[in-house]
């Protein structure tokens, strides 16, 4: 897997920008992508929330100490403090770098302010306490011993990583679609154990029943009152209903079995010149629905122009039975 790890440099900022960049060289030579201060050097309470986002989205975490303890927030803690406290509290892999010997600093990179000294004292104390750290005399020196740590730390503790959209190792493809084939296995045993498995009520409907579908005109203003008045609902058995429906959505299937679409279909298959310009009820036509879903044989969805009939597995094999031509000879 042709992996990157994303690699959190934590440091104060001025003091150590020569440090900092051949570490970033170094990162960037180990195919690692480095993030920190020079997204943000003059870092700030606001932007605080914005750096733990970068540092969630990391692998592990570089801690450079030299002789300054950087910028304070109000609660007197240092951002540099703060973001290894969370680093720490994330639980991300941290490598702690500490100098050697601050005394020999020069006086430009070392804290003159008496406060500001307890506090870093305090810090490297903190970071040196129950935790392996390295400690370094000069930029070189450094450089060569975060290239080692770094190594060490993804070998023995490999993290996620970052990976192109396009590139999966053979074994994961595997064993996603494997895993993939197994949910749908799972799908089609439910769907075949419960296809039709619908609790029907003991007094449905029998399929010889009938079934009136109540019309209306639609607006035509060159259509009489009378002509209007004389429409009559449609009477077919549920079996008739049925077989018109499930052979117009068979037929059909461009238009994606719009319900409203199929009854108005059937009613002029009926007779084009009485039924042109009707609608049926929408009443209606959502009780027919309902009454096919009880019996297993149809099955809807909602869009947005619409409910959508389809036929199921078991209206599929319905419909093959009342549409097959059947013998004409007498059984014995």
Known sequence: MDKRYQVFISSTYSDLQEERSK?????MSLDCIPAGMELFPAIDAAQLDFIKRVIDDCDYYVLIIGGK??????????????????????????MAFLHKDISKLSLKNSETDTRKREL????????????LV?????ADDLNGKVAVSLTKTIRTYPAEGWVRASVQTNAESLQELNDLRKEVDKLREYKRKNEGDILLPKDIADWDEEFSVRVKQVD???????????????????????????????EQQDFLGNSVNIIEGILRDLDSRKYHN?????????????????YGVIKSSPTFNGE????????????????CVKTKKQKN
């Open 134 to 138: 390295q400690f370094w005399e000069n």
């Open 120 to 131: 870093l004292e305090a810090f490297r104390a903190k970071v040196s306490s129950g935790r």
């Open 69 to 94: 303890y950087g910028s304070i927030d109000n609660d007197g803690i240092s951002y540099t403090e703060k973001e290894y406290d969370y680093a720490v509290a994330k639980g991300i892999p941290v």
């Open 23 to 27: 570490v970033i060289q170094t990162i």
């Open 308 to 323: 959508i009939w389809a036929l199921t597995a078991k209206g599929e094999k319905m419909l093959a039975t009342m549409m």
């Open 220 to 250: 035509n203003p060159y259509l009489s009152k009378r002509h209007k008045s004389q429409l009559s609902p449609i009477n077919l058995s549920w079996q008739e209903w049925f077989k018109r429906i499930g052979v117009y959505i068979k």
């Open 278 to 294: 009707i609608t049926p009820e929408a009443e209606d036509v959502a009780t027919i629905g309902y009454q096919f879903i009880c």
